[in-house]
C-alpha cells in the first residue's frame, strides 16, 4: 500500500480499471558463475560444477521482454540480463530486490523487509505499476512475487517506451514461470539460516503416460521467516501448476495458475536527525516494534492461458490472456517527520520521531490482460524481415477502504519509545482504473551483416480515480505514438550497434483545490535514449554499453504541478566472464553521471545529483573447482555501490561501501537420488554497517541500513 505523509494525508493511491479488457554479468556465485546470461539466447553458455565444460543451451521459450522474441538477445541492439533459475538457486535470490548483488545497473530503490519490491535501473526507479510483467502480460509489482515456481526474471536495461507503452525510464522486469520440460523431474529445496529462517520446496514435472502431448509443472514452497531484523517473523506459502498441451498441426496450448500467501511486519526506515547523517545503525534493530504492530500480508491468485498455432514455417501466431488478482493488508507502526521540529520529510535532531498508527486493510488490486501478435519473416530482394506484429489490452482495477493514519506517539531511534494504538479509519483512499490498447510492430532488416531495426507503439490509454466518499473525481484519456531505431553490424566474432528511442510517462495534476490546472494529465512527458553498444566473445564473453538518457522532471509544488527540467543519466556498463583453468570470474560494473538540469522552482538542485543514485556500481565473482575433489568449489563474490545522495542540493552524501561474500558448494551424485548439491554461503562476511540506500519516498528521506551477517546452508535433492 502507498504509505502517506504527515502534510498530505491522503497520499495518491493507485490506479486501475476501464469498461472493458481491451483486445486484444556476467555472474556466478554460490556456486558464483562468471557469466552473462540474456533472455531468449539460444547460445548460453553454461559452466559444469564438477569441472569446466562449455555446453550450448536448448533452445528456450520466446521471451516477450524484447519485442523481438524470434532473435536471440545476443543478436539485439539493446542491454538485457537474465537471472536463471539455477542463479536464483545457487546466489540465494529470495526476492527482486535480491538480483542487485548480481547486476551493477540494477540497484535498491526502498527495499524494506516485508514489503514490496523497488527496483532502480540505470538511476530510475521502475514503476510498480507500469514497467512489469509476467508471461508478457502487464502486472501490478505492488505485492510480494513469489520466485520459487519461476525460471528466469528477464531485465531490459534502458528505455522502454516500445516494449511497454506508458512507462518510467530505465528498463522493465518481466517474470519467466516453470514450465513442464518433457523430461521428470522430482527437485527437493531445503534452506536454513543462523536466524531461524526454514524453506522447504517441491518442485516436480512430469508428461503423461501414454500422452507424451500433455506436461505438468508442480510447485511447492512453504517458508518459515525469521530474519535477523527483529519483530519481523512471518510465513508464506505457494502453490502452482502449470500444464501444456500439444496438438496436432503444431499446436500448443499453456495453462498456469499460482497461488500465494505472505504475511510478515515490514520495516520502517530510519532517517536523518535534523541536518546530521547518523552512523549506520544496528541493521537489526526494527522501529515497527510496537505490540499493537500488525503484519502486512499479501495474497495474490494469477493464471495465464496461451495458444500458439504454426502457420507454416517461419509463421506462426499467438494468443495469451491472464488476470492477476492481489489482495493486501498493509499495516504499520509508522516512523515519520518531526512535528516539534517543523520538519516533516526526517527525525528529529534529538533522535526522536513523531510515531502514526497505519492501517489499510482489503485493499484490492485486480489486472486483466489479452495480447494477440503473429511473427514470422518475409524478403523483399536482398533484405530479409524479421516480423513481429500485435495488439495488447489491458485494464487495471485498484481498490480500498477507508485507511487509519492516526498519531500514535513519539518514537526514537533506540527504539524504546511506546506509542498508543490508534486504529480509527478515518482517512480516504484513493480507487483508480486503468486500461489501454496498444498496436505495436517491430522490423528487423538483415541485409548480409547489417541490420535495421524499427519498432513502433501506438498507445490509447483511458484513466480515472475517485476517493473512497466519491469526492475529487478526475479522468482522462491519452492518445501516443513511441518510435525506436537501431543499427547493427556483425562483425565475426563481435557485433556493434547503435539504438535511439523514446519512452513516456503519464501523470495527472491532483484534483485539489489550490492547484493550476487541477485534474488535467500533463502532456507528453517524453524520454529520450540513445545507446551504444558492443559484444562479443565465446569462451570469454565481454559486453560494453554507453547511454545517456534525458528525462523530464514533474515537480508538486503546491499550486503548480509541471515538468520542471529534466534530469540526465550518462553511463557505461561493462560485463565480462571468463573460463581459466579452475578459476571462473564473472564482472558487472556500471559507472553512472545524474544531473537535475533546467529547474525553475527550485534552482539549488541544477548541476546536481538526483537522490539515491550511486555514481558506480561493481559485482565481481570469483569460483574456484578444488582440485582433487569432484564437485567441491570455493566461490566469493564482491558488491561495490558509491556514495548517494540524501538530498536534492547534495549537501549531505551516504559513502561508498564495499561488502563481500564467500561461500562453498559441493555436488555429488548418488548422495540422496540422482544428484544432491549442497551450499553453505556467508554474506557480508566482514559484519561490516553501513547505509545500504537513501530513497525519499512518499515526501519522507529514508535510510536503510545494510543487512547484518548472515549464514545459509541448502540442500538441492533431484530424486
Not at 506462426?316 to 516512523?335: E, H, K, M, N, P
Not at 553501513?690 to 519522507?700: A, F, I, V
Not at 535510510?703 to 545459509?712: C, F, T
Request: charge should be negative.
Amino acid at each position: 500500500m502507498e504509505r502517506k505523509t504527515v502534510t498530505v494525508k491522503s497520499i495518491k493511491s493507485a490506479k486501475s480499471v476501464v469498461s472493458n479488457l481491451t483486445l486484444t554479468i556476467a555472474l556466478f556465485s554460490l556456486p558464483l558463475y562468471a557469466q552473462t546470461e540474456t533472455p531468449s539466447d539460444l547460445n548460453v553458455q553454461t559452466i559444469q560444477m564438477n569441472k569446466v565444460e562449455i555446453q550450448e543451451q536448448s533452445q528456450e521459450a520466446a521471451s516477450d521482454l524484447t519485442g523481438f522474441a524470434e532473435l536471440p538477445a545476443k543478436k539485439l541492439p539493446i542491454s538485457t540480463t537474465k537471472v536463471s533459475e539455477k542463479k536464483i538457486q545457487e546466489n540465494n535470490i529470495q526476492r527482486l530486490a535480491d538480483v542487485t548483488k548480481l547486476e551493477a545497473s540494477t540497484t535498491d530503490s526502498y527495499n524494506a523487509t516485508g514489503y514490496w519490491d523497488m527496483l532502480n535501473i540505470r538511476g530510475y526507479t521502475l514503476d510498480n505499476r507500469n514497467n512489469y510483467r509476467r508471461e508478457g502480460l502487464p502486472i501490478s509489482a505492488e505485492s510480494y512475487i513469489p520466485l520459487d515456481n519461476k525460471s528466469n526474471i528477464e531485465i531490459l536495461k534502458g528505455l522502454s517506451g516500445v516494449q511497454a507503452g506508458a512507462s518510467a525510464p530505465g528498463g522493465l522486469v518481466n517474470y519467466v514461470v516453470k514450465r513442464p520440460t518433457g523430461k521428470n523431474i522430482q527437485d527437493i529445496h531445503t534452506e536454513f539460516t543462523d536466524s531461524g529462517d526454514a524453506l522447504v520446496a517441491a518442485d516436480v514435472a512430469a508428461q503423461m503416460k501414454d500422452a507424451d502431448q500433455f506436461g505438468y509443472r508442480l510447485n511447492l514452497a512453504q517458508e518459515k521467516l525469521d530474519p535477523h531484523l527483529k519483530n519481523a517473523e512471518g510465513s508464506r506459502s505457494l502453490v502452482s501448476l502449470a500444464g501444456d498441451w500439444r496438438l496436432p498441426k503444431e499446436s500448443l496450448v499453456e495453462a498456469e495458475v499460482e497461488w500465494s500467501r505472505r504475511s510478515q511486519p515490514s520495516q520502517s526506515g530510519f532517517s536523518l536527525l535534523g541536518t546530521k547523517l547518523p552512523d549506520p545503525v544496528d541493521p537489526n534493530l526494527n522501529l515497527n516494534n510496537q505490540a499493537w504492530s500488525q503484519p502486512v500480508v499479501f495474497s495474490g491468485l494469477t493464471s495465464t492461458l496461451r495458444f500458439t498455432q504454426v502457420i507454416s514455417a517461419p509463421w506462426s501466431w499467438s494468443i495469451i490472456a491472464g488476470v492477476q488478482s492481489l489482495s493486501t493488508d498493509d499495516r504499520l507502526a509508522y516512523a515519520y517527520g518531526c512535528t516539534k521540529d517543523n520538519a516533516y520529510d526526517r527525525f528529529c535532531s534529538d533522535g526522536t520521531f513523531d510515531m502514526y498508527d497505519y492501517r489499510s486493510e482489503n485493499e484490492s488490486r485486480v489486472t486483466q490482460a489479452v495480447k494477440l501478435n503473429l511473427q514470422g519473416q518475409v524478403n523483399t530482394a536482398a533484405v530479409r524481415h524479421d516480423l513481429n506484429i500485435g495488439v495488447l489490452g489491458s485494464a487495471m482495477k485498484e481498490r480500498y477502504q477507508r485507511q487509519a493514519y492516526n498519531y500514535a506517539g513519539v518514537g526514537n531511534v533506540q527504539g524504546t519509545g511506546v506509542g498508543t494504538a490508534n486504529p480509527a479509519q478515518n482517512d480516504e483512499a484513493t480507487n483508480r482504473d486503468a486500461g489501454s490498447a496498444e498496436l505495436f510492430i517491430t522490423d528487423s532488416m538483415q541485409f548480409e551483416r547489417w541490420r535495421a531495426w524499427l519498432g513502433v507503439r501506438y498507445t490509447y490509454i483511458d484513466r480515472s480515480s475517485v476517493r473512497t466518499d466519491g469526492s475529487r473525481p478526475t479522468s482522462y484519456t491519452q492518445t501516443f505514438p513511441i518510435p525506436w531505431a537501431a543499427l547493427s553490424y556483425d562483425f565475426e566474432k563481435c557485433m556493434a550497434y547503435i539504438s535511439a528511442g523514446e519512452g513516456l510517462e503519464s501523470f495527472v495534476t491532483p484534483n485539489k483545490s489550490g492547484y493550476t490546472n487541477r485534474g488535467q494529465y500533463l502532456d507528453d512527458v517524453r524520454s529520450k535514449q540513445i545507446e551504444i553498444g558492443l559484444r562479443g566473445g565465446e569462451l570469454i564473453s565481454w559486453s560494453v554499453a554507453a547511454f545517456r538518457i534525458q528525462r523530464p522532471v514533474v515537480e508538486d509544488q503546491k499550486p503548480n504541478y509541471q515538468v520542471d527540467g529534466e534530469d540526465e543519466h550518462r553511463g557505461i556498463e561493462v560485463q565480462s566472464a571468463m573460463a581459466l583453468g579452475r578459476w571462473e570470474v564473472g564482472t558487472s560494473l556500471m559507472g553512472l553521471q545524474a544531473t537535475r538540469q533546467g529547474s525553475s522552482l527550485n534552482s539549488a538542485v541544477n548541476g546536481h545529483m538526483p537522490v539515491n543514485v550511486p555514481t558506480n556500481a561493481l559485482r565481481l565473482n570469483v569460483n574456484y573447482q578444488v582440485p582433487g575433489v569432484s564437485g567441491l568449489n570455493i566461490n566469493s563474490r564482491m558488491v561495490h555501490e558509491g556514495e548517494r545522495a540524501v538530498v536534492s542540493d547534495n549537501s549531505i552524501m551516504i559513502p561508498a561501501w564495499t561488502r563481500f561474500d564467500a561461500g562453498l558448494s559441493y555436488s555429488q551424485a548418488g548422495l540422496i537420488g540422482k544428484k544432491t548439491t549442497i551450499r553453505f554461503s556467508v554474506e557480508n562476511l566482514a559484519d561490516q554497517r553501513y547505509w545500504r540506500e537513501s530513497p525519499t519516498q512518499y515526501g519522507h528521506i529514508y535510510l536503510y541500513p545494510g543487512e547484518a551477517r548472515s549464514l545459509v546452508l541448502s540442500l538441492d535433492a533431484l530424486l
